[in-house]
């Protein structure tokens, strides 16, 4: 135990974090086998540890973001089992038909309280835009403005909305410019949510896997869900949607973004928030767009992100108290540990927000606003 202890001090001094120091990011180790854990286990035990109360800090996003910048994570080996599985990620697909239903049942299935509670009106559980406001409410109203200019919705259109959540952007869609909107999801909660929330506008809610999408769209976007989809399933997750795009149709694709190619994703998340999940590549979106799509316009919107998950945190911290009763102390630093590390990966420039627009061969380049 002791020469976990000088190893991991070493380490985060020449990065300026002190063990037990007086600075916002500094951390205050509360239980020794932190140490063995955190290097055994990488970013599974830091996260793990932090659940469990081992260790605490003032300012989790700048520990987490000086750790990224210095490339901290990576100079750590692990464990061999913590590399086994990215080689079973490599040779199986996680993110099969049966698996990918994990992840609702696992997250997006939770009590719709909790969401409610920490969003916006619109229930967005992805990136805002804090164009000339500061307020989360109307940043994620001038995503969903974003996504519908760039997308040039009109009144004639028939738009799908893959990996729609609890309805928001289908309900701003069909409120601000009075077109069909097909949307789809598998995760049972927030179908009935959304369902609730779009009634009486023309909006349509079907509990559907994308590789059964079917029909003919002038319009199609997916907004945080292709970080579900997998590697082994990109290349079939863009044929659905060339399948479904009309020949002069508009597909838009927003999703967390990730600046090196792999196979396997983080290993804390992967375990107990988003199983299975991946941010894919640069170079993995364009394999798999490439012969099928031209693209248009790549937008990075990562530093929005980060304010967003600030965001959720504040409203999260104060919607607690409401939320304590269903919930125990574990989750909420799991919630907790989510929010902020997300928040100091995205300042470190460790992981990117990308918007990227996509026509077929052949269309007539879009104005994307």
């Known amino acids: 135990m002791p020469q976990y202890a000088a190893i991991l001090k070493e380490m985060l001094a020449g990065i300026g974090i002190n063990i037990n120091g007086n600075n916002p990011w500094d951390i205050r180790v509360n239980d020794n086998r932190t140490y063995s854990q955190v290097l055994c286990n990488k970013n599974l035990g830091l996260g793990e540890t932090y659940m469990e109360g081992w260790w605490d ?30 080689l079973v990620a490599l040779i199986f697909n996680l993110q099969s038909r049966l698996r990918s239903r994990m992840v609702a049942e696992q997250h997006y299935n939770l009590d719709n309280e909790l969401f409610t509670l920490m969003l916006d009106p619109y229930v967005q559980y992805s990136c805002a835009y804090f164009d000339k406001t500061d307020d989360l409410n109307h940043a994620q109203l001038r995503k969903l403005d974003l996504l519908c200019r760039k997308l040039n919705i009109s009144s004639d259109d028939n738009v799908l909305d893959i990996g729609c959540g609890w309805g928001g952007l289908a309900r701003y869609i069909a409120e601000h410019y009075n077109c069909r909107v097909t949307a789809i999801n598998i995760a049972e909660e927030q179908i009935s949510y959304a369902r609730e929330l779009c009634k009486n506008l023309p909006v349509e809610i079907k509990q559907l896997d994308y590789r059964d999408l079917m029909g003919s769209y002038d319009k199609i976007v997916s907004v945080g869900m292709f970080e579900h989809v997998g590697p082994k399933n990109y290349k079939m997750f863009m044929k659905a949607v060339h399948r479904c795009l009309k020949d002069d149709g508009v597909f838009l694709l927003h999703t967390i973004g990730s600046n090196e190619t792999g196979v396997s994703g983080d290993p804390w998340i992967s375990k107990y928030i988003f199983p299975n999940s991946k941010l894919p590549s640069i170079a993995q979106i364009g394999k798999a767009a490439e012969g099928l799509f031209v693209m248009e316009d790549w937008h990075n919107l990562g530093e929005h992100y980060e304010k967003t998950l600030l965001a959720w945190h504040k409203n999260f ?25 997300s928040a100091g990966s995205f300042r470190a420039r460790h992981t990117q927000l990308w918007q990227i627009v996509f026509t077929k061969y052949g269309t007539q380049q879009p104005v994307c606003r």
């Open 317 to 341: 911290d104060k919607a607690w108290l409401q939320l304590k009763n269903k919930y125990d102390e574990k989750f909420r630093r799991m919630f907790e540990y989510l929010l902020l590390s």
């Open 57 to 86: 800090c003032p300012q989790l996003d700048e520990f987490i973001c000086r750790i990224l910048k210095a490339g901290l994570d990576s100079r750590v080996k692990g464990s061999k089992l913590l590399q086994l599985k990215s």
